[in-house]
């Protein structure tokens, strides 16, 4: 009977008279889950194993990959053709000086006698690119930003034109060594843009010109 009434105790009767001792007094911490086996805590769940099935399939974490859409491929590389066609006249110098290098640009001829032909082709091309793709919100940012680098690259080369006719270098002298000179760099500049810019566009990536690409996302 006196061992049933300790049963029937309160709990506060049943608590002042014994505390007992921390775990680790007793059994020295480290030694706790060796001696009381049945006091171990469970172990923490592996965060790996939380992550859905579909996650843990193969032990890696699959990441969704959108590519580039085609039309927006053909449309970045085709905007890339206006700033090209104009710096052809560049290479005016360079091309006399280098006839072999002529033969690399052949393939590019009969477009480029469809596009002299059309009466005011280079204003045409630039304000349907500008209006009718940059300013176009139903086109992608993709597709906007390279048309846009395009635009920009092709007012750029006006530049060089304007400051020519300002100084009239002539056709002897130093200044017309300079004129000379600035015209190959340019044109050699406009074609590894042209090719980047291309090779990008293929692929899906987005090109990033220098000085060109820090103007273009401005106007976006």
């Known amino acids: 009977m006196a061992a049933a009434s300790l049963f029937h105790l309160p709990a506060h009767q049943h608590s002042s008279r014994y ?5 680790s007094s007793i059994t020295g911490g480290r ?14 769940p592996n965060a790996f194993s939380t992550l859905p099935p579909q996650r843990r399939r193969g032990g890696l974490i699959s990441m969704s990959y959108s590519p580039t859409p085609a039309t927006d491929r053909l449309i970045s590389t085709v905007a890339y053709t ?11 110098f360079l091309l006399v000086q280098y006839p072999a290098l002529g033969g690399l640009f052949d393939p590019f001829l009969p477009l480029l ?6 009466p005011y082709a280079s204003f045409v091309a630039f304000f349907a690119l500008y209006l009718g793709v940059v300013r176009n919100p139903s ?3 993709y597709v906007r930003f390279n ?9 750029l080369l006006v530049i060089p034109l304007l400051i020519q006719r300002i100084f009239t270098p002539g056709r002897t002298g130093l200044g017309f060594r300079l004129m000379v000179w600035g015209h190959n ?3 050699i500049f406009s074609v590894l843009c042209f090719l980047y810019s ?18 273009a996302g401005r106007q976006l």
């Open 185 to 187: 760099a340019i044109f």
């Open 31 to 44: 030694f706790a889950s060796v001696r009381f086996p049945f006091l171990r805590y469970p172990s923490a």
């Open 147 to 155: 048309s846009m680098q395009a635009v920009t690259l092709d007012v």
């Open 113 to 118: 006698s469809i596009y002299k032909s059309i």
């Open 82 to 92: 206006l700033p090209f066609f104009n710096s052809l006249q560049y290479g005016r």
């Open 19 to 23: 505390h007992p001792p921390p775990l």
């Open 198 to 215: 291309v090779a990008s566009s293929i692929l899906g990536r987005t090109p990033y010109l220098p000085i060109v690409a820090d103007a």
């Open 139 to 141: 086109f992608s940012h």
